[in-house]
């Protein structure tokens, strides 16, 4: 049976039963990324599991003639800084380089002529999903530990293992495997509550530590943020890598136990709720296995860096799962803004990906830097309609014309 297990992936994948897509990122350089990079590929045959792309017109897409294009058009720019690799977009970004005149009217030309639209439709037949939000948190911090600066955030530790499983067994291609060595086995890396619990374990590793346990928690979800050191310097902080454990949500589990009714599990309202319920607050967030390391990036980058290795925009860069949208490329949404009903259409580009965000439609919306941003990420859990735009030439594995 096509990419049926064989007994010993089997057994591995028993031995390690948490595992991610992201890989360990290189060393900072100005065109490297910070964060782990995805593949960059068209679809192939594992992300028409989970979406289908359908070919549509221009009308089709919801708000397409009255969106502001210009915000999202240097961040489709970076995005071709990478994309250009790739014969599929070699021309598209050529031309896109070349642009003299740049306004909505010519945009939008541009965009007409050389793509075409693409509506997601999930495994399901569902041409709506989800969309939520995500943003650049400020902590206050110190590097060095203090009564006050007692949580610390962890750099990547030398023995985690990455296990490229791909590289044995064709049909598992992307899946990756974490762990550590326990004399001549390979076992399950150390649970956020075996790091909580025996701090110990990675001593040496402390990259910063902050005043806040909730916060931090939340860093790790946003993957990135910033530090406020006590002596007045800003410090980047970026994700380097996490401990293997799928994601597994607190505000789900809150609302399960009766604690938070389900309109109030937003970030602000798990917050609330750890400030109403300390003696509670460690086991909670101990419910998620998934531990994030940080590396410390340079002060001069003008946005956190995405997994496709290029800073992200406010407004205009979203995650997406790159099983169903290739990482980089322009996504038009139709959706609302957070907690109303007004229209959110917008040019958007995909160079992100997240724990969390898997599904053939399902986007994180980055809001940007500063309490506003989080105000907007953490209420946002909105419908969502998404139109990939793709070169001429482009043909996905399964193609449907309207």
């Known amino acids: 049976m096509k990419n049926q297990l ?17 890989t360990t990122p290189p060393p900072i350089t100005p065109e490297e990324t910070t964060k782990p990079t995805e593949p960059i590929t068209q679809p192939t045959e594992e992300p028409s599991a989970i979406s289908t792309h359908i070919q549509v017109k221009w009308s089709a897409l919801t708000g397409w003639m009255d969106d502001d294009l210009q915000p999202a058009w240097e961040t489709f720019l970076q995005s071709c800084t990478v994309l250009a690799k790739q014969s599929l977009w070699q021309e598209t970004c050529s031309l896109a380089a070349s642009m003299q005149q740049v306004n909505n009217s010519t945009l939008r030309n541009f965009f007409e002529t050389y793509f075409m ?17 995500y943003y650049e948190p400020l902590l ?9 600066y ?3 955030l962890y750099t990547a530790p030398d023995e985690l293992l990455i296990i490229e499983l791909g590289d044995l067994y064709p049909e598992l291609k992307d899946l990756r495997l974490r ?15 075996d790091i909580m619990n025996e701090p110990e374990k990675l001593n040496g590793h402390e990259l910063v530590w902050v005043d806040d346990e909730v916060e931090l928690f939340f860093l790790q979800i946003q993957g990135s943020g ?23 949500s ?14 109030k599990a937003s970030m602000q309202g798990i917050k609330q709720w750890g400030q109403q319920n300390p003696a509670k607050l460690n086991n909670l967030l101990q419910q998620n296995a998934r531990y994030v390391f940080f590396r410390e990036l340079p002060a001069d980058l003008s946005g956190p860096i995405g997994a496709m290795g290029v800073p992200l925009t406010a407004g205009r860069s979203i995650a997406i799962d790159p099983r169903s949208i290739p990482q980089g490329v322009p996504v038009f949404l139709a959706t609302t803004w957070p907690n109303t009903d007004k229209p959110l259409n917008r040019l958007m580009v995909a160079q992100d990906v997240g724990g969390a965000i898997k599904g053939g439609i399902r986007a994180d919306f980055f809001w940007g ?14 419908k969502v309609k998404m139109w990939v735009l793709m070169p001429q030439g482009y043909v996905p594995s399964l193609l449907v014309q309207q």
């Open 140 to 148: 206050q911090g110190s590097r060095t530990p203090s009564e006050r």
């Open 179 to 193: 762990g550590r060595l326990e004399g001549r086995k390979i076992v399950p890396y150390y649970s956020r509550a």
């Open 250 to 263: 607190i505000g789900r589990l809150l609302v399960q136990q009766g604690e938070l009714p389900l309109e």
């Open 117 to 133: 639209p693409y509506q997601i439709i999930d495994d399901k037949g569902n041409d709506e999903g989800l969309i939520t939000g």
């Open 226 to 248: 910033r530090v406020m050191l006590n002596d007045g310097e800003i410090m980047k902080v970026g994700y380097a890598d996490q401990n293997g454990y799928p994601y597994n």
């Open 6 to 22: 064989s007994f010993p992936v089997f057994v591995l994948l028993l031995l390690l039963t948490a595992c991610s897509t992201k």
């Open 369 to 382: 830097f500063g309490h506003e941003a989080g105000n907007q990420a953490g209420k946002m859990k909105q």
């Open 150 to 152: 007692r949580y610390p």
